[in-house]
Structure formats: C-alpha cells, structure tokens
C-alpha cells in the first residue's frame, strides 16, 4: 500500500469521508465486516487513482 503522506489532499479527503460515513454506519447497526471491506477497497482504489492521473504526466 502507498504511504498517505503521497497521496494528494483530494484523496485524503475522500478517505476522511468515507471513514465518517463507515462511523455512522456503526452507529445504525450496519453489518462490521462489509463496512470495513469497502473502506479497505475505497483506499486501495484511491491509491491506485492517484498512481494512474500521476503515470499520464
């Protein structure tokens, strides 16, 4: 996995996002184990965005 400290402010963001909405979630009863498989992916996903829009410059 890429270092956060590389990935762009954007990103970030998202990230921060994301671990909000998986927060609230626990709080409604949403089921963990899913909620955490789609954080790790949302990161993983990020990291590759941000590989791809820098290998185009």
């Known amino acids: 996995m890429k270092k956060i400290e590389k990935l762009p402010f954007d990103s970030i963001d998202r ?8 927060t609230k979630g626990f709080k409604n009863n949403v089921n963990f184990d899913l909620a955490i498989e789609n954080f790790v992916f949302f990161i993983y996903r990020e990291g590759i965005n ?8």
């Open 15 to 22: 990230i921060i996002r994301k671990t909000e909405e998986i």
């Open 50 to 57: 941000v590989e791809g829009s820098r290998s185009k410059l």
